[in-house]
């Protein structure tokens, strides 16, 4: 099966950084992409960052636009996503997916990492 772990939340003051890593174990072969979604309490879960592998295209949401980025390593099988600039309306859930050749679905999910910004 595939296992994908988050890592590298916790607190952080406002206008600090973080770096969020997902790391990825099983039948990872099909990958075709991985994004960052985040989920704040009462809210629904929004996407905040994605990346193709075919072409290396991103994609990011307007709140975080020329704050975050989304990286790989093919080498450790790891996606990661650097934060700066945080803001307190950055605090939530941040978890990890993957979708696969199958299709455009993110089928597969972490088990999320708590990031909470203080002003």
């Known amino acids: 099966q595939v296992q994908l772990v988050e890592s590298g939340g916790g607190l952080v003051q406002a206008g600090g950084s973080l770096r969020l890593s997902c790391a990825a174990s099983?039948?990872?072969?099909?990958?075709?992409?991985m994004a960052w979604f985040r989920q704040a309490p009462g809210k629904e879960r929004n996407l905040v960052a994605s990346l193709s592998w075919s072409g290396g295209s991103t994609y990011y949401g307007n709140s975080v636009k020329g704050r975050f980025t989304i990286s790989r390593d093919d080498a450790k099988n790891t996606v990661y996503l650097q934060m700066n600039n945080l803001k307190a309306e950055d605090t939530a859930v941040y978890y990890c997916?993957?979708?696969?050749?199958?299709?455009?679905?993110?089928?597969?999910w972490g088990q999320g990492t708590q990031v909470t910004v203080s002003s």
């Open positions: 099983g039948r990872t072969m099909s990958f075709t992409g």
């Open positions: 997916a993957a979708r696969t050749i199958r299709g455009a679905i993110y089928a597969y």
